[in-house]
C-alpha cells in the first residue's frame, strides 16, 4: 500500500520549500554525526514493493575545509520475477575547499556495491565543482562498467526576507548506452529543472523542492544521492520538517513523492514514495 497520495495542494506548497535542509546551515569550528532511516513504497513496479534505507555521515568542518564521508544502505523487497531481494551499499567522501566566505572548490568520490545490477555494480562516481557568490557549477561523471553518464549541474542560491532559495538545472548525457539492455532504452541526452526553498518559523525549519523535467542516473543531493538504476524520473516533490534541540542536536522529518519509468521493460506510471527522519548530533 502506498504510505500517502500527494494531493494537488501539497504538490503545490512542497515547491516553495526546500528539500536538503542542511545545506544551508554551516557548522564551522564544529563536527558532525548524522543518523538516517528511510522507508521506501513502489507502486506499479514490475520489480520493486518496498524498501528501506539507512545511512550514517560524518562531517568535520573549519574555517577552510569541509569534509564528509557518508555509507548508505538500501534493502529493497523484490517480486517474484526477480530472483533475490535487493542489497545496495554506498561510500561517499566529499572535500571542500572554502577560500573565503564567497567561495569554495569540491571533490566527490562515490563507490557502488549492488548485488542484482550488474551493469551498476562497482559503479564510480566522481564530482568537481565551484562555487562563488551564490553561483555553482558542478561536473559528475558516473563511470559503470558498459556505459558512461556525464553531468553537469548550474545552480543559483538567494535569499529574500528571511527565505532561501535554490534553483537549479542539470543536464545529463549517456555515453555508449546502446552497448547494453540496461540503458539502451533511455535518451542520449536529459535535462531537468528544480526549485528549492528553505525557511524558519518560530524555531522549526521548513522545506520542499521540486523538480520537473525528466533524469536518469542521476547524481542528487548535491552528490550524496545516486540514482543508478534503469529509472526515468519524471517528477519529483519533497516535503520537509527540522527542529533544533538546543545547540547539539536537531532532528528533520521528510516525505517525498517521485514519479518513473522503468525502461528496460518500458513500465511507465512508476510512483516512489518515501518518509525519510533523521538526527544530527554536534560536536
Known amino acids: ?27 564551522e569550528g564544529s563536527n ?12 506499479h513496479s514490475k520489480k520493486k514493493e518496498d524498501g528501506t534505507r539507512y545511512g550514517i555521515e560524518i562531517d568535520h568542518e573549519d574555517r577552510h575545509h569541509h569534509l564528509q564521508f557518508y555509507y548508505e544502505r538500501t534493502d529493497t523487497h523484490t517480486k517474484p520475477i526477480v530472483p533475490k531481494d ?36 562497482g ?16 561536473q559528475y561523471l558516473s563511470d559503470y562498467p558498459h556505459f558512461n553518464v556525464y553531468q553537469s549541474d548550474l545552480r543559483y542560491r538567494l535569499q529574500v526576507h528571511g527565505v532561501r ?25 536529459y535535462a531537468t529543472f528544480g526549485v528549492k526553498l528553505h525557511t ?24 550524496f544521492g545516486v ?12 516535503l520537509g520538517v527540522g527542529h533544533h534541540f538546543g545547540k547539539r542536536l536537531s532532528a528533520h522529518l521528510r516525505y517525498s513523492y517521485h514519479e518513473a519509468k522503468e525502461i528496460v521493460s518500458r513500465n ?12 544530527i548530533y554536534r560536536f
Open 268 to 279: 511507465d506510471h512508476v510512483k516512489v514514495e518515501a518518509i525519510s527522519i533523521n538526527g
Open 165 to 189: 532559495g535554490t534553483l537549479e538545472g542539470k543536464y545529463i548525457h549517456l555515453q555508449d548506452k546502446n552497448s547494453n539492455p540496461f540503458s539502451q532504452n533511455a535518451k542520449p541526452d
Open 32 to 43: 558532525n554525526i548524522k543518523i538516517n532511516q528511510e522507508f521506501l513504497d513502489f507502486t
Open 227 to 238: 540514482q543508478h538504476h534503469a529509472m526515468e524520473f519524471k517528477e519529483s516533490y519533497t
Open 86 to 121: 535487493l542489497a545496495v551499499n554506498k561510500y561517499t567522501v566529499k572535500y571542500q575547499y572554502k577560500r573565503d566566505v564567497a567561495s569554495r572548490v569540491s571533490l566527490l568520490y562515490t563507490t557502488i556495491d549492488d548485488n542484482l545490477m550488474e551493469e551498476t555494480d
Open 200 to 223: 524558519h518559523y518560530h524555531g522549526i525549519h521548513w522545506g520542499a523542492g521540486a523538480y520537473w523535467g525528466r533524469r536518469i542516473f542521476a547524481v542528487m543531493k548535491e552528490g
Open 123 to 138: 559503479g564510480k562516481i566522481y564530482g568537481i565543482g565551484y562555487d562563488y557568490q551564490g553561483v555553482g557549477l558542478h
Open 1 to 27: 500500500m502506498p504510505i500517502i497520495r500527494p494531493l494537488p495542494f501539497l504538490i503545490f506548497l512542497i515547491i516553495w520549500v526546500e528539500a536538503k535542509e542542511a545545506e544551508h546551515h554551516s557548522h
